[in-house]
Nanobody, 125 residues
Framework: VQLQACGGGLVQVGGSLRLSCAAS????????VGWFRQAPGKQREFVAA????????DYADSVKGRFTISRDNAKKMVYLQMNSLKSGDTAVYSC???????????????????WGQGTQVTVSS
């Protein structure tokens, strides 16, 4: 599976953005998809993930209640709706996929095999 993230940009504190991850390949619903981010000088961190069916999700504590992950398997798309953005959310956001039936908190600790290029999100105060 190949992935491409888009939708990043410049937004003010408290604003919203929706990131999209477009996938190509077969059997997309066999893949869990996760969003990760990396800020300058920091390690990449897990943000959110969704199971292949879309019925199960997992979030980092730092984004719970503000970010929502969803997917449309017919369109082979995964979305990350980001609300109430903070300056600390500034980072390059990437999507990744792994062929697995994992669900729940396991989604956040998977080793994702397929990665797309990132998209820059900048939150200004």
């Amino acid at each position: 599976v190949q992935l491409q993230a888009c939708g990043g940009g410049l937004v003010q504190v408290g604003g919203s953005l929706r990131l999209s991850c477009a996938a190509s390949g077969h059997s997309f619903d066999d893949y869990a998809v996760g969003w990760f981010r990396q800020a300058p000088g920091k390690q990449r961190e897990f943000v959110a993930a969704i199971s292949g069916s879309g019925h199960s999700t997992d979030y980092a504590d730092s984004v719970k209640g503000r970010f929502t992950i969803s997917r449309d398997n017919a369109k082979k798309m995964v979305y990350l709706q980001m609300n109430s953005l903070k300056s600390g959310d500034t980072a390059v956001y990437s999507c990744a996929a792994d062929r697995t039936d994992a669900f729940g908190s396991l989604l956040g600790i998977l080793v994702y095999d397929y990665w797309g290029q990132g998209t820059q999100v900048t939150v200004s105060s």
